[in-house]
């Protein structure tokens, strides 16, 4: 079985892979680039724990075949924080406890950015159905919520 | 361990504050390691293949193919594991079926190969020659007399004669007279109740990674609520050593339960013995669902009797719960639970376990409780309001308080049932106005709690900070709450202390996290440990002054001399007696070996509003609020935490979640699509109200709170969806054709 090369970005940086036709980009990431940041929880695009953004676009990355990254954008949970400064999203989740187990925060982190560079003020309901694709079995929502829309107003008034 | 009396007026310096978690980092950032995270070099990767079938003899298992294939390093089925132990027999051949397949997915043979691809071909190659049996999936059918049978000589002396072997065992609880009782009842109401099986649902699959050398000895990297069950229940049907196996927790994506059992872990030591290679494994989503522990379905009868002015004057119940393809469902639990947060003089349970064709039923979060406290909790509001009557001031009425004999037989310390009622009655919630289609239901709930065996071990660096090692995985934030606790104890600020979760090779036996015991036990011993540390700092201190130790006292992160004798020294802090350590007899440490009692009962108070489309049935939730009792909070976040995740699981349980077999048997639901838990935009915020009646069992009034959650919420949403609707809900999930085929038929 040939494999296929692939060029890339992956968190800003030039990145170079070979990858079965079949693997998908989830794979790649995890068991080809060991960024295990990014989650699976069902394979089947349901759950969002491997959610990445592709040329900016949110995606579920166990949708996306690993060889369709070519020429792309990805960016990862490992590309969130600069260095050791974490992102207001990430600093506030910890904060407002909007985690308990954390297989699903990376999904969900990458999903909420993925909001508010889109809606920096987005409504509770906005918030809602955005995240919507993310489950969490954990906390019931409540806090994630409320960490999102408070980053979204600390961003707010820092610009 | 009792409540310190100076802890009732105490005013705490860390615990009740809100810092951040110690592995909040890694958890923002990908960082964490959970299950399916680590690598070993030459590392294989191990699957399983599942029965398609509900019930089979397995007649022929022919590997001789898989063997061939070219990259295929191991293939393991039952014979490979011989004969184990009576206490481990079950365990055994659920993770590895023997002469029989009992349900869809159930695990008939594992392959470790070269790659997923290598692997998933070899299964394909495995050639299993199966006779297919008739099989049962539901409780009440299975049952009966001319159900196809699971066991032969597995019912227990319990059960009269004359029914399938497929029930397994009778329990009964209570006192008084039930027959008496009744006959002083204005009103007796007699119900019966359906829920289905649901499943804990956590995010994160299975998955591990196991070494296993020629010479006996194991290592293995796992998602688990503990890994000391992991090692012995492990090393019991390998015929290991239990001090030769060494278990490593990973970080955990979730378990409710549904971790607090093997399934992967004995096939991967297998499959690493006999390739001489690490093998990892990790269940799919589908495998999920097929073959772990999803909870029971049930169906329970009801016979309540009520006088007009509220008060019970009888109460039973019948309780069948199927707990999949062995014994040991949590009817027990069930029927223990039911009418435990009431007053009763006359109270009878009465709880059958049952075996069908479903993978075995696994603890989830409260097991038992919940569909109980829907069918008792449902009889109860309806009483209440036929006879006009609030169904708050009802339950206030009978309420159990301390002092109260329970329904299964303890005799309550101080408890917080009643003030869940209060609070909530006085809360505006209650009396905020609901529109058309709209309806308020509450409903209480009761947990046990737990203890059992737990060891701390708090070691004193050089530099006078303080590392605790713990044997209980943190599902969601315990490392805080032990870090939190140990800085409270030992007076010294929260950034100055680090907790980890030791492997089994570092401390002695812990049970699993279960039982919402982490917090109270871990956190007693913790407590214990850094006393044992304070204990032997201040005898250091003693040392280098030359007084009695009895002379010396501990406060606020320093050893002091106290009383009138012990002469005038300044304060030695923890820092100072630590750097010379090693000069007044070595290192300093505490620990804190204990099986912990004295959990303390958890009552909780639910309310709800909800909103029932007529023309499609469909329920939204509109409002929710969590009354608990926490005994002490000490991180409030993370209690409010487990308040709301419980609520919007029971939510899941009582409006979506269900199994859902076709007649062949088979799952038809086993994906996240059509398995349908809560998601963000189904919900309001769930706001909750802490209460604080302190344990009697615990030095800082800590109760367990993770459990008791999720027991009124079944109920609490049957009531307000029964109300909008304005027929009667008795049967799980309310999904909204269920919803509109009841509207239509009119109640």
């Known amino acids: ?81 600069t260095g050791e400064r974490l992102h207001p999203l990430q600093k506030k989740f910890i904060e407002m406890a909007a985690l308990q187990c954390g297989i699903c925060t990376p999904g969900i982190l990458v999903a909420a950015k993925s909001l508010l560079e889109r809606n920096p003020d987005p409504s509770e309901e906005e918030v809602r159905y955005w995240l919507a694709g993310n489950l969490c079995r954990c906390t019931g929502y409540d806090k994630i919520i409320r960490a999102v829309m408070e980053t979204a107003a600390d961003m707010r008034r820092a610009s | 361990m009792a409540l310190d009396d100076s802890n009732k007026t105490r005013v705490f310096k860390v615990v009740g504050t809100r810092p951040d978690r110690p592995d909040g980092i890694d958890k923002v950032t990908g960082r964490a390691r959970f299950g399916a995270d680590m690598v070993a070099p030459g590392m294989l990767t191990g699957r399983i293949l599942r029965s398609p079938h509900a019930h089979a003899r397995i007649l022929r298992i ?102 399938s072997q497929n029930v397994i065992a009778r329990s009964e609880f209570g006192h008084g007279d039930i027959e008496a009782g009744l006959k002083q009842a204005d009103r007796v109401l007699e119900r019966t109740y359906r829920t289905a099986a649901t499943h804990q ?96 379905s049930t169906s329970i009868d009801v016979k309540i009797g009520m006088r007009k002015d509220g008060k019970i004057t009888a109460a039973y119940a019948e309780l069948r719960y199927q707990g999949g393809a062995w014994p040991g469902s949590p009817v027990n639990m069930g029927a223990m639970s039911g009418f435990a947060p009431y007053d009763l003089e006359n109270v009878k349970t009465v709880g059958w376990d049952v075996v069908t064709n479903r993978p075995k039923a696994a603890a989830y979060r409260a097991p038992g409780a919940p569909m109980a406290a829907f069918a008792i909790e ?79 071990s708090l070691n004193v660096t050089p530099d006078g900070t303080v590392t605790v090692s713990e044997g209980n995985p943190d599902i969601g934030g315990s490392r805080a709450s032990m870090t939190m606790m ?6 010294i600020p929260y950034d100055q202390v680090r907790t980890i979760i030791a492997d089994t090779g570092s401390l002695g036996q812990n049970e699993v996290t279960d039982g919402s015991r982490v917090t109270f036990a871990v956190g007693l011993a913790t407590i214990e440990a850094a006393r044992s540390a304070k204990r032997e700092m201040c ?65 909780a108070t639910h309310m709800v509003d909800v909103e029932v489309d007529p023309d499609t049935g469909a329920t939204k939730i509109l409002r ?33 979640e269900e199994y859902i077999y076709g007649e062949d048997g088979i799952l038809q639901n086993a994906g996240f699509l059509d398995y349908r838990i809560p998601v963000a935009s189904d919900l309001p915020m769930i706001d909750t109200v802490i209460l604080e009646i302190p344990n009697p069992g615990h030095p800082y009034g800590v109760r367990g709170v993770g459990e008791t959650s999720i027991v009124p919420p079944l109920a609490a949403v049957a009531n307000a969806v029964s109300e909008a609707a304005g027929v009667r809900m008795t049967q799980l999930p309310m999904s909204p054709p269920r919803v509109l085929a009841a509207i239509q038929a009119g109640g």
Request: aromatic fraction near 6%; hydrophobic fraction near 40%; proline fraction near 5%.
């Open chain 2, 201 to 296: 649902g956590y995010i994160e699959p299975h998955a591990c990674l196991a070494t296993m050398s020629a010479d006996g000895q194991g290592d293995l990297w796992v998602c688990t609520q503990g890994h000391y069950m992991v090692r012995n229940t492990c090393a019991a049907i390998l015929g290991l050593e239990q001090g030769q196996l060494r278990v490593t927790a990973s970080e955990i994506g979730g378990g409710f339960g549904g971790k607090t059992t093997v399934f992967l872990e004995p096939v991967a030591l297998m499959l690493a013995k006999k390739s001489g290679r690490p093998v990892k494994m990790v269940m799919s989503r589908s495998e999920v669902l097929r073959a772990t522990g999803p909870t029971s």
């Open chain 2, 486 to 491: 140990a800085a409270e104890e030992l007076g």
């Open chain 2, 62 to 163: 022919d590997a001789s193919k898989a063997e061939a294939l070219p990259g295929v390093k191991a293939v393991v089925t039952r014979a490979d594991f011989g004969d184990v132990p009576d206490h481990v027999a079950d365990i055994m051949e659920n993770c590895m079926a023997g002469e029989k397949a009992l349900y869809d997915g159930h695990a008939i043979a594992a392959v470790a190969a070269i790659s997923p691809a290598v692997a998933r071909q070899a299964l394909r190659l495995i050639e299993v020659e199966y006779d297919v049996l008739p099989h049962v999936t539901d409780v009440d059918e299975a049952m009966k007399p001319d159900a196809p049978v699971l066991h032969e000589g597995r019912q227990q002396e319990t059960v009269p004669p004359g029914m």
């Open chain 1, 1 to 81: 079985m040939s494999r296929i090369h692939v060029t890339t970005t992956i968190n800003g940086d030039a990145t170079e892979f070979l990858c079965e036709a079949e693997a998908t980009l989830l794979d790649v990431l995890r068991d080809e680039l060991g960024l295990t940041g990014t989650k699976e929880g069902c394979g089947t695009g349901d759950c969002g724990a491997c959610s990445v953004t592709v040329d900016g676009r949110l995606v579920c990355s166990c949708l996306m075949l690993g060889a369709e990254a070519e020429g792309r954008e990805i960016t990862t949970i490992e590309g969130m924080a």
């Open chain 2, 624 to 656: 929710y609020t969590v009354f608990q009792d926490a005994g002490k909070a000490v991180h409030p976040s993370y209690v409010e935490g487990q308040f709301q995740g419980g609520a919007v699981q029971g939510i899941g349980w009582a409006l979506n």
């Open chain 2, 378 to 456: 449902s009889a109860i509001d309806e009483l209440a309001k036929g006879f006009g009557l609030d169904p708050l001031a009802v339950r206030l009425m009978n309420g159990a308080d301390e002092g109260t004999k329970s329904s299964y037989g303890p005799t309550y310390p101080a408890i917080g049932l009643k003030a869940t009622l209060e609070a909530a009655h006085k809360h505006p919630h209650w009396t905020a106005p609901l529109g058309k289609n709209q309806g308020r239901g509450v409903a209480c709930g009761f947990w046990f709690n737990f203890g059992g065996d737990t060891c701390v």
């Open chain 2, 539 to 603: 005898r250091r201190a003693a040392m280098i002054w030359g007084i009695d130790e009895q002379a010396v006292e501990w406060e606020d992160g320093a050893a002091r001399p106290a009383g009138p004798n012990a002469g005038k020294f300044p304060p030695m802090t923890i820092k100072e007696i630590a750097a010379v350590a090693s000069n007044t007899g070595g290192p300093i440490a505490g620990h804190h070996e204990v099986t912990a009692e004295g959990a303390g009962v958890s009552f």
